[in-house]
């Protein structure tokens, strides 16, 4: 056992938990914020997709101790203030989920792009979202949305 | 999916990586982790111990060595893909790392886990030995020649660590690729590189470790074009041979990316 602290949505947590519990499983079984998916464990799908100091990646490719003393956003740290983010506005505005389930990593993934700049158009974005599936294949809502997004963002 | 237990320990410097390394001959280095987790989920590795390495300075950046560009092993993908230097001296080297994986994975997978772990369908060997470059460790400098001895092997000592590879800057060089569609590992990969020293063609994925081409270098000496290896055929024998292609496929593929490789260099 070890104990992690990190930040997490803008709030210090401190855990006593094993070496091996993934990120993922510390963020949904330890924190209880749930809105981070695991949909394929095997580093494919882009469910578990959060930001780690401002940048996307797996966190069920990754060990909460590797997260030690660093900064975590999820799903449940972008809305500010009871409003949407913008991404996830155009999400709905662009009715760019169908079951939802990779929702929450779509959008970690598409407000991270937007923050690089590299949401330029259709095309950029779909190249972007390489790392994400979803399994309604509703991708051309999900483009429409993080264009739309970007647009707004003035990225 | 949950790993085996292991104890874990951040090193502080690379000076007591080497130390818990050699006095824990079962561990693992955790740099980026893009394999090895994934690896130990799927319960195929049980390292008692990882030691985590991420972020040591020793490790981190880029510097000019004379005609060389010498990389950090900690660098990441997407730092390699986003430099400056790298972009500007060696263009083919920041568009292999730009389609390693995907986003997130290029974010902590780094440049020498890829070398070291020498996959065989890496892209970073590639460019490794297609460009001729050194792979500098703890204790010496190897050259690309000598450090790929087969499937997941290097020269690499159970405690050495690799600290940077060292690139030669080429004349013009390029890396054509067919992914995976699923995982964007390379089908197969062939990166082309004139150098001062002549030219250089490197394939991984085609075979169980990354390999030269003679053939084609002796054809690319006298004509530097695509028409000099369109009628190269590679054969077979040797190639791998999985669901996603068979061993006649990927030779074929060879070719066909070596065509587009010296295209893409000359454009």
């Known amino acids: ?155 | 999916m949950i790993t085996y237990p292991f104890a874990y320990q951040r090193a502080a410097n690379l000076a007591e990586a080497e130390a818990l390394l050699g006095a824990n001959p079962e561990a693992k280095l955790l740099a980026g982790g893009q394999t090895l987790i994934p690896t130990m989920k799927q319960r195929l590795a049980s390292p008692p111990l990882l030691i985590d390495i991420s972020g040591l300075h020793e490790l981190s950046g880029n510097r000019r060595d004379g005609e060389r560009l010498v990389l950090g092993a900690a660098l990441t993908h997407a730092e390699v893909a986003q430099s400056p230097e790298v972009r500007t001296l060696i263009p083919a080297l920041a568009e292999l790392a730009s389609h390693i994986g995907d986003p997130a994975v290029r974010h902590l997978g780094t440049l020498g886990g890829s070398v070291a772990n020498n996959d065989p369908a890496a892209d970073y060997p590639a460019a490794v030995l297609g460009l001729n470059a050194s792979v500098i460790t703890t204790r010496r400098e190897v050259p690309a020649d000598k450090f790929f001895t087969g499937m997941f092997e290097t020269m690499l000592a159970p405690d050495e660590i690799l600290r940077a590879v060292a690139f030669p800057v080429p004349r013009r060089a390029a890396y054509a690729k067919f992914a995976n569609p699923a995982s964007r590992y390379a089908m197969v990969g062939v990166f082309v590189a004139q150098t001062t020293e002549g030219v250089r063609v490197a394939v991984t994925g085609a075979a169980p470790s990354v390999r030269r081409l003679p053939m084609m270098e002796k054809a690319l000496e006298a004509s530097f074009t695509p028409e000099a290896v369109a009628h190269i055929k590679i054969d077979a024998d040797g190639m791998n041979e999985d669901l996603h292609g068979s061993a006649q496929y990927r030779a074929h593929l060879v070719t066909v990316m070596a065509k587009r490789a010296v295209a893409a260099a000359l454009a």
């Open chain 1, 1 to 155: 056992m070890t104990t992690v602290t990190m930040t997490v949505n803008g709030k210090t947590v401190s855990n006593e938990i094993e070496e091996r519990t993934l990120l993922v499983h510390f963020l949904r079984d330890t924190l209880m914020l749930t809105g981070t998916h695991i949909g394929c464990d095997t580093s494919q799908c882009g469910a578990c997709v959060v930001h780690v100091d401002g940048k996307a990646v797996k966190s069920c490719t990754m060990f909460a101790v590797q997260a030690h003393g660093r900064s975590v956003t999820t799903i449940e740290g972008l809305a500010e203030a009871g409003a949407l983010h913008p991404v996830q506005a155009a999400f709905r505005e662009h009715h760019g989920l169908q079951c939802g389930f990779c929702t929450p990593g779509m959008i970690m993934t598409a407000v991270d792009m937007i923050a690089r700049g590299v949401a330029a158009d259709r095309a950029s974005i779909r190249r972007e979202l390489e790392g994400n599936i979803c399994r309604c294949t509703g991708y051309h809502n999900i483009v429409s949305a993080i264009e739309a997004a970007a647009k707004e963002m003035g990225a």
